[in-house]
């Protein structure tokens, strides 16, 4: 892997904007988000429609870059959903997408008008008839498919074994009025998800045949329209050594053909692809300050304001051995002098508290800034914030030549108002 071709290594004034903003904190370089989604978005086929998975980074910002570039939305929470029609998405470009959807939710997705909800069992598609019903409405659905099929190649599988996501292949296939069997829940397409974290060009391509393949079955077998096809996605970065990044244009080279043939038989089917690590993974750098060095039995240690509890990707869980996420030294002392093993560490009362572990990192001072590279998906909305208290971190993000703060961190009263000062009433004695 090679990190120095990252966007993120442009000019990047890193003492200034740890002094402005404050230490830890999640920087985005927001040109490359959008440079990195016009290549995407050039490079495949004009048919298929990108849509960002917000699961990845719902920073707002984020999102409104990505949106302004030409992206949709794939929404799995209020939140997410809400955040997308604040910047503006068009309801004709949003799915709502999730195994464990509240009536709430529901509600909010079919009044927002939201093109389609992605159903994952019976009982979701129940309650998106008696919720559209109720509303007097019809409301689109995509019917997301368990396959019997598994792919390798992907970190995360999901096809091929039980699962909570979605509805079996073989019970859809089964179902054989499911076209007719509602008036409100209009099933219109079919969504497949395989995994996530692939980097291997052709296993995409693969995964693309069976969905389109298997729409065109379920199709034939339930009676349901193809006005929707979602292929998923889980396009992957390199994060380790020996990974390397996908090629897009190869990637391009391999997917469009396969398109082409499917628009050419199906031009009334929208054809849309989910994305959320490709696009924001190599455009954010968490940013940590050395608090102290230390040495321990024969290793040497940086402690950091940073930690796991806001990059808990970086601790390298479900790996045997751990493995490190790009790790630089951005402003130090000793930038210049020959590197050596590095125990990067934040921080938690935990020895999982590890972002590194024995990186070749430049002799470390008290005050040093350090980043950890490619972290712009997954970040502090997959990691435990609030693990001894510490909260979110801020978020900002690089465009232009200028810096803006795009989420403010947490605070020790933000934190402590949550709890009602007297919450068991007379019950405790002072
Ligand atoms: C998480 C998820 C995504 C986004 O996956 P990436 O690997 O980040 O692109 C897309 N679709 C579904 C169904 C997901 O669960």
């Known amino acids: 892997m090679n990190t120095e071709n990252d966007r993120n290594d442009r000019n990047v004034n890193w003492s200034g904007i740890a002094d402005q903003y404050g230490t830890p904190a999640y920087v985005y370089d927001g040109d490359g988000l959008v440079e990195n989604f016009r290549e995407l978005r050039a490079a495949l086929h004009p048919g298929l429609e990108i849509f960002y998975s917000l699961k990845a980074n719902p920073n707002r910002s984020v999102y409104e870059l990505l949106r302004a570039a030409g992206a949709g939305a794939e929404v799995s929470s209020l939140a997410e959903l809400r955040t997308a029609l604040a910047v503006g998405t068009s309801p004709r ?14 509600a909010a997705a079919v009044d927002a008008r939201i093109y389609g909800i992605v159903c994952e069992s019976f009982g979701e598609l129940d309650l998106i008839e008696r919720c559209a019903r109720e509303r ?3 409301q689109r659905v995509l019917l997301r498919i368990n396959p019997a099929y598994s ?28 076209g007719s069997r509602y008036q409100h829940a209009h099933i219109a397409g079919i969504q497949v998800y395989m995994g996530t974290r692939i980097l291997d060009e052709e296993i995409i391509v693969k995964n693309t045949a069976y969905v389109l393949d298997l729409a065109d079955r379920v199709a034939a077998a339930t009676g349901v329209p193809l006005e929707v096809v979602d292929i998923g996605g889980g396009m992957g ?13 190869e990637l391009a080279k391999q997917l469009n ?9 199906h031009p009334d089917t ?6 959320g690590r490709y696009l924001t993974a190599r455009f954010g750098t968490y940013l940590m300050r050395v608090r102290y060095t230390k040495e321990s039995m024969g290793e040497r240690f940086a402690v950091t304001d940073g930690g796991t509890h806001h990059h ?9 051995v751990k493995r490190n996420f790009p790790i630089e030294l951005l402003a130090g002392e000793s930038d210049s002098e020959t590197p050596g093993p590095w125990n990067v560490t934040g921080p938690l009362c935990t020895p999982n508290d590890t972002v590194a572990k024995n990186a070749q990192l430049p002799p470390l001072h008290r005050g040093d800034l350090l980043g950890v590279h490619r972290s712009g998906a997954y970040g502090p909305t997959a990691s435990p914030v609030f693990f001894l208290s510490h909260g979110y971190p801020a978020e900002v993000v690089l465009l232009g030549g ?11 009263d933000d934190l402590l108002s949550r709890q009602p000062e007297h919450a068991l009433g007379s019950y405790v004695q002072g």
Request: aromatic residues 8%; negative net charge.
């Open 93 to 106: 470009d949003i799915l709502f997408l999730g195994p464990g959807k509240s009536t709430e939710e529901i």
């Open 136 to 138: 007097g409405v019809r």
């Open 237 to 249: 970065v390199a994060y380790f050594d020996g990974e390397h990044d996908l090629d897009v244009t």
């Open 402 to 412: 200028r810096s803006f703060l795009a989420r403010t961190r947490d605070t020790v």
């Open 270 to 275: 929208r054809m849309i692809m989910e994305s």
């Open 312 to 320: 808990m990707a970086a601790v390298g869980i479900g790996s045997f």
């Open 151 to 178: 792919v390798t190649g992907s970190r995360l599988t999901m096809g091929g074994r039980p699962r909570q996501f979605g509805i079996d292949e073989a019970a859809l296939s089964a179902a054989h009025d499911l």
């Open 257 to 265: 053909p396969l398109l082409d043939t499917f628009a050419s038989t």
